[in-house]
């Protein structure tokens, strides 16, 4: 949202609750902290002393706490207000809702809050042009752990930047969907068309241009050009006459096992092409891909100066802590041990966690007590369709790395590993681009490692 949304959804809230309606000072203090700003400029903004600014937000924080049932404060007024967010789209799910000018279906969980609105609310400008969404492959949106950062990098590449071609990496389980999900939400009125597919099942070029073209046109097309060429060349037409915002889930499923990272499945050859000519030429759209790997379209192109740009999400850290609460496990103070053991994986952690749960009762620090790194079946299931893709190469890499405790460095694998500069060069960017190895710098070497839960899983 951006701050009139905050605002307005803030304003609503409280007239709901209350009858009464945010003062303009309670205004510029919710506005002046959702855009990260100090007390000290809220208060030269406004003409005040800082004394002035702080006694009013105590008040303002108090108020919104009331209506909201939970602990309003200056530091966690998005993370808070996101919530409340969710549990309105879920209460509300059979109504119309409406964000800024954005008219969504009915049944979208993208929504912000209901179309009701307090009387003093103003009338949506329907002469403005409404944004189409097709999200019926999107999965249903979670509550997501701490992103922020990373929701500001996306924006910040998308909406100012006008990338053209993004690629979210990372293990499974690490949230690249739920990101996505949540960045739709938030910058979804910038675009005239969003769409969401899910490429899991690997569908033809072909395929996957009509569906996108017929989505366009708004209405099935019998005669399409018959050539990938001419179909590519109409798409490319209306992501230039538009903004369009499109995004590709599963894009692991096109490309090849037994190959270093990157490279396509013969069949799924030809996504190259639409991938290279979105991030090269100009037009006003921008395509984002989820992958455990980036295609090698991305790593070739990518650039802080280029219109392709590519995240590699990593553990959530202490926020994990939340999953803990959620789950009802005990000894909190044992729980950074935890998180930095499973490299704090929201989805390694869900598990681990319901398996504290089921067994210790939830009592971590019982867990704790045994040295040996436990993976179950589970987890297990999840890291196997990624250790099984890998090239002989990067097998045999990573079948050394795991026999080492501490991090190795380049020349201790040259002589360990019986491979030649070129091929451990090669096997050590590959596995680095599918996130299953570790990199740090010591003293000016660079060094290599794999994460416990890895290691354990390849032992």
């Not at 959530?316 to 999953?323: D, F, K, L, P």
Request: hydrophobic share 35%; with cysteine; aromatic share 8%.
């Amino acid at each position: 949202m951006d701050v009139k949304e905050v605002l307005r959804f803030a304003d609503d809230l409280v007239f709901a609750k209350t009858g009464e309606h945010l003062e303009d000072m309670q205004e510029a203090i919710l506005g002046g902290v959702w855009e990260g700003r100090k007390y000290s400029q809220i208060a030269e903004a406004s003409h005040c002393s800082e004394g002035h600014v702080r006694n009013v937000a105590s008040k303002l924080w108090k108020r919104l706490s009331n209506v909201l049932g939970e602990e309003v404060t200056q530091s966690n007024l998005r993370s808070t207000f996101e919530r409340r967010q969710l549990f309105i789209i879920s209460s509300n799910s059979g109504n119309d809702f409406f964000i800024g000018n954005v008219n969504v279906c009915k049944d979208s969980q993208f929504s912000e809050y209901p179309q009701t609105r307090s009387p003093s609310s103003p009338t949506p400008d329907t002469s403005k042009p409404q944004t189409r969404l097709d999200l019926a492959d999107a999965p249903q949106i979670s509550l997501l752990s701490d992103r922020t950062s990373e929701l500001a990098t996306l924006e910040k590449w998308i909406v100012q930047e006008k990338c053209n071609l993004a690629a979210i990496s990372g293990l499974s389980g690490i949230g690249k969907t739920a990101l996505s999900l949540h960045l739709i939400r938030q910058i979804q009125h910038n675009f005239e068309y969003v769409i969401w597919r899910s490429l899991r099942h690997s569908p033809p070029l072909e395929t996957t241009l009509k569906n996108l073209l017929e989505f366009f046109l708004n209405k099935p097309v019998i005669e399409l050009p018959s050539s990938i060429p001419d179909r590519l060349s109409l798409l490319m037409e209306y992501l230039r006459k538009n903004r369009c915002l499109i995004i590709f889930d599963d894009v692991q499923t096109l490309l090849s096992s037994g190959q270093l990272a990157g490279n396509y499945r013969p069949d799924c050859e030809n996504y190259s092409i639409l991938f290279r000519q979105i991030g090269e030429t100009t037009h006003n759209s921008c395509l984002i891909l989820n992958s455990w790997e980036p295609p090698r379209e991305i790593t070739a192109l990518k650039g802080e100066n280029s219109p392709v740009r590519s995240l590699q999400l990593k553990g959530i850290g202490t926020a994990a802590a939340e999953i803990f609460r959620q789950k009802g496990l005990l000894n909190p103070e044992t729980w950074e041990n935890l998180i930095n053991t499973y490299r704090g994986n929201p989805l390694w952690l869900k598990i681990v966690a319901t398996t504290i749960k089921e067994i210790f009762r939830g009592r971590v620090a019982e867990f704790l007590k045994y040295d040996r790194l436990f993976l179950g079946e589970e987890l297990t299931a999840t890291l196997y369709p990624q250790i099984n893709r890998l090239s002989e190469l990067e097998k045999k890499l990573i079948s050394r790395l795991s026999l080492e405790a501490n991090s190795v460095s380049i020349e201790q694998l040259l002589q360990d590993a019986d491979l030649s500069p070129s091929e451990l060069f090669n096997g050590l960017q590959s596995l680095g681009r599918r996130s299953l190895v570790e990199i740090e710098e010591i003293e000016n070497e660079t060094l290599f490692n794999l994460c416990p839960v890895v290691r354990q899983y390849v032992l």
